[in-house]
């Protein structure tokens, strides 16, 4: 089975300040993960993925996520926040053995202060 | 144009009554999905569909029935709607031939609200 968890509901933090998004997650085989954001009524926007390769992958609007196999995490991050990057961000994993959906956790809102 | 468009946008009806959600992509892909989001912003998947042919059927009452009658089409009809139905109805697709583990595209979700 595999699975992504998300510690935190909601994450707050000064704009220009750094910003994390945690993530673990929890597959038998290779992991295969995600990151969507979703503004306010909304779809989700694709924003980066981990599939093989560097750990520390770069994706849309300045965000990257550090693949970290000893400490399954695949946290968010971004050097400088912006109040436009606040929104609810979805870490996600790919489904194994031919299944192809992802399973989602349930959600980190990101509040960035001006 | 739009990749992934639902249609309707916002849906609210009676206890009892059937509807359908309409999903449509213009990517090309070979894979289509609908998800369910609740009022906590849980995003669960319910049906997937590759090539037309039905992939993934999660538990979801039979009421649910996706039609898809093309790969660029999947929609989604529910009958008999019930109170716990409510939420935003979410479709999306992906490439998955050719190797896969493509990103999935998300449509702007369907709000369904019974009455």
């Not at chain 1, 597959?27 to 779809?43: C, E």
């Not at chain 2, 009658?69 to 009809?77: E, F, G, I, S, T």
Request: glycine content about 8%; hydrophobic content about 35%.
């Amino acid at each position: 089975a595999q699975s992504v968890a998300q510690p935190e509901d909601q994450v707050n933090v000064a704009e220009g300040n750094p910003l994390t998004v945690k993530c673990t997650y929890s597959v038998s085989g290779n992991p295969y993960l995600f990151w969507y954001v979703q503004y306010p009524n909304r779809g989700l926007q694709f924003l980066l993925k981990y599939i093989t390769g560097d750990n520390l992958v770069k994706g849309s609007y300045g965000f990257e996520a550090e693949f970290n196999k000893s400490q399954t995490s695949f946290h968010l991050k971004k050097p400088s926040a912006l109040v436009s990057d606040s929104a609810l961000y979805f870490c996600a994993v790919r489904g194994q053995t031919g299944a192809n959906n992802l399973f989602f956790g349930t959600g980190t809102r990101l509040t960035v202060i001006p | 144009d739009t990749a992934v468009s639902q249609t309707p946008k916002y849906l609210v009806t009676q206890m009892g009554n059937d509807k359908s959600i309409k999903c449509e992509q213009n990517l090309g892909h070979d894979t289509m999905y609908w998800y369910k989001q609740d009022s906590k912003k849980f995003l669960k998947i319910m049906f997937s569909y590759n090539n037309k042919e039905l992939i993934i059927n999660e538990t979801v009452p039979n009421r649910f029935s996706p039609k898809s009658p093309d790969k660029a089409h999947l929609n989604l009809h529910i009958n008999s709607l019930e109170l716990g139905d409510s939420a935003v109805y979410f479709c999306a697709s992906s490439q998955e031939s050719s190797g896969g583990l493509g990103e999935l595209f998300f449509g702007e979700g369907s709000r369904l609200t019974v009455l």
